[in-house]
């Protein structure tokens, strides 16, 4: 089955990246846009057709190494 | 004294850092990649060299962390033996777990190639007992990365415990963390483990060892790990 993982900084975390995006958006006059974060996705493939078994296997990848937990959160999204 | 210095794909400070080593020591290290499983028998110090180790692929210094080698480093460590992790070194020594905290993107973007003006905070561990307590220091730092962050009760526990070995500091000798070059907090370049045998620091005092080129502060870091094991 397929999943996406979503990988965020905190929220108390500063993103300079975000911020720096969000004043080129400014600058380019695209209206409306209050705050950007940046983040990361991942898209994966596994071997299984379980969702529990996905579930399992993404927040073990998220946990070793996929996300710092220290200043990132996960999220997984099961496609199917 | 015999020293490892680990090499990853990516890394390119590690002859530096060999080459002071060799100066200040006598006996050349050993290089040791990062796929082995094994330090070599007998190893004191092992340095985790500055450079891009896996092109800083997904965070910087998260891959390397979890390299073979790695699980030998974290026995080391343990034992009590002495590791010195120099910028990308550091990132990966926080990305393993030896140390708390993490190494982000500076707070103004930039990469900075230059000069840093460093207090030594204290003397009394194995890599700063030749310099004196406060003294101020000139390393050069070159990072992207090297904005030092942790949640509140980590460098709270990292200031009482006197943790923060290394800071940066302005001309006049005192910090300013709002002005502090790459945003780390509490102006943090450089922190130790709580038995204070694992050091991490963004600045390259390898760099600062030989006249030829000019200053020569960071030979007593060196000089301080030599001093330390001949003592133990």
Known sequence: ????????????????????????????GVPGVSSVRQGKVFDVELDTSD?????????DACEKLLANTVIETYRIELVD | MKSAVLVFPGSNREGDVARALHMVSGVKPAMVWHADTALPPGTDLVVLPGGFSYGDYLRCGAIA???PIMEAVRAHAARGGLVLGICNGFQILCESGLLPGV?????????????ALLKVERNDTPFTRRYARGAIVRYPVAHGEGNYTADAATLKRLEEEGRVLFRYVMPDGHRD???????AA??????????????????????HVDPVV???DGRALFESIVGALEKA
């Not at chain 2, 963390?177 to 945003?183: H, I, K, R, S, T």
């Open chain 2, 177 to 183: 963390d709002a002005q502090v070059l790459n945003g």
């Open chain 2, 65 to 67: 962390a979890r390299a």
């Open chain 1, 1 to 28: 089955m397929k999943a996406r993982v979503l990988v965020t900084l905190k929220s108390a975390v500063l993103d300079p990246q975000g911020k720096a995006i969000e004043g080129a958006l400014r600058s380019l």
């Open chain 2, 214 to 216: 000019g200053p020569t």
């Open chain 2, 103 to 115: 190494l982000v993107r500076n707070a103004r973007l930039r990469f900075i190639c230059r000069e």
């Open chain 2, 186 to 207: 509490n102006s943090i370049a450089g922190i130790v483990s709580e038995k204070l045998n694992v050091l991490g620091l963004m600045p390259h005092p390898e760099n």
């Open chain 1, 51 to 59: 969702p529990a078994k996905a579930e399992a296997t993404l927040k």
